[in-house]
């Protein structure tokens, strides 16, 4: 926890907040943070600052708080995820957080298994779990928005070439083209499940628009190619 | 698992190999293959090709072999990795075995517990094991070499000018260069402590050849920094 992010409820004045539960155990315990200590917080969706911790309570920190510094800018990327199970779904929605992702659609393909849609990870209190720790983790407050796809064709025929107009759609698959430099313009990125997505699937992709990105020939686990992808996507 | 890595007690025959344990289990449970059914293999620091199943015993499979294919090329890139806790090496090392690295040193430094040289982590057998099922998540036999320094400055004084020579060496901390373009030579990459590198040690390692490389205004978990920067420095 390199930031604590605020929530409306935490305030109890414009400049004063109370934190209970994980971040008092948090201060407490691991960061063994006293009395005065200024800490990194920030408003979700809103500025980040300072906070100065003014009282512990038996159950809580009361902390002084001041804003004046934007967040990180947002990176200019949506991304498309088959839905994996709950261990990778919980690492994949804190990495697109952390690394500033701000849209993140899951879909539905052939190869990912039904019941999965049946998942607690998949309830709005666990995603925005995940998504509070990523952006704890990087320094950052914008909440990424995330809906859930549960058709894939209608999806890809009727909703993806609006939403990927005017950005470079890239399906990781191989076969397709490796990418050499970075780009600068938004991205649209999908990643399917771990058993590939099929020859159909793909062929709907590339009507609405993507293009296959091979990312040669290791074969890399979800979790790792996502931050791969964006490693390469973006010079900064 | 994308490939069975088969190590030399595995044979019967040049062309046969027997596989208890966890990859019976694997075959039988998770791919659920029957005789006749043929699977990826490779001999561990040798060839791949494909294993045949001529035989299921009550405690494992006997598999026909047959090896024509190269593994794919080393990434040339040495790791240099400040050692941390148990889990994230775990996966550090899975990571790097799957992303074709050969090299990996774990270093001290000042910012590392000191009792986690102390791990059962670091044991030989549990290292082989992650790197064995990087390697078969990447589809790739060869074996990386992992060392251990528990010493960080007689290290990177008196070793590490040698090991960087001819390579770009780059070492992940805030305020260095960004990187804009992928660099196509050897690479040795030095991710510090989750708590950050000291200043005196940075020193050390600029001293040493090393620049240091920016990425950015988010704080990213090493994990995830890893396979990012990997993606940057390499166009393939």
Redesign the interface.
């Known amino acids: 926890m390199?930031l604590i992010l605020l929530f409306p409820d935490d305030f109890t004045a414009p400049d004063r907040v109370f934190l209970g539960g994980r971040r008092f155990e948090h201060i407490r315990d691991i960061l063994k943070a006293p009395c005065g200590k200024s800490l990194a917080v920030g408003k979700v969706n809103g500025l980040m600052g300072q906070g100065t911790i003014v009282a512990q309570k038996a159950d809580g920190f009361e902390l002084e708080v001041q804003f004046d510094l934007k967040p990180?800018?947002a990176l200019p990327l949506t991304l498309i995820l088959a839905l994996p199970r709950p261990p990778m779904l919980k690492r994949l929605l804190f990495?697109a957080a952390?690394?500033?992702v701000k849209k993140i659609i899951i879909l539905n393909f052939n190869r990912v298994e039904k019941s999965l849609w049946n998942s607690s990870s998949l309830g709005p209190q666990a995603i925005e779990e995940q998504l509070v720790l990523g952006l704890e983790?990087?320094?950052?407050t914008l909440m990424p928005e995330v809906s859930l796809k549960k058709r894939f064709k209608p999806f890809v025929q009727d909703e993806l070439p609006a939403l990927i107009k005017g950005s470079t759609a890239l399906v990781a698959h191989p076969g397709g083209a490796?990418?050499?430099?970075?780009i600068g313009k938004p991205v649209a990125l999908i990643i399917g499940p771990e058993g590939g997505i099929l020859d159909y699937e793909i062929e709907l992709l590339k009507a609405a628009g993507c293009r296959p990105l091979d990312?040669?020939?290791?074969?890399?686990?979800t979790e790792?190619?996502f931050?791969?992808?964006?490693?390469?996507l973006f010079?900064?």
């Open positions: 390199n990180p800018e990495s952390m690394l500033g983790q990087a320094k950052d490796p990418l050499s430099a970075p990312l040669g020939p290791r074969i890399l686990r790792s190619v931050p791969f992808i964006v490693g390469k010079a900064f």
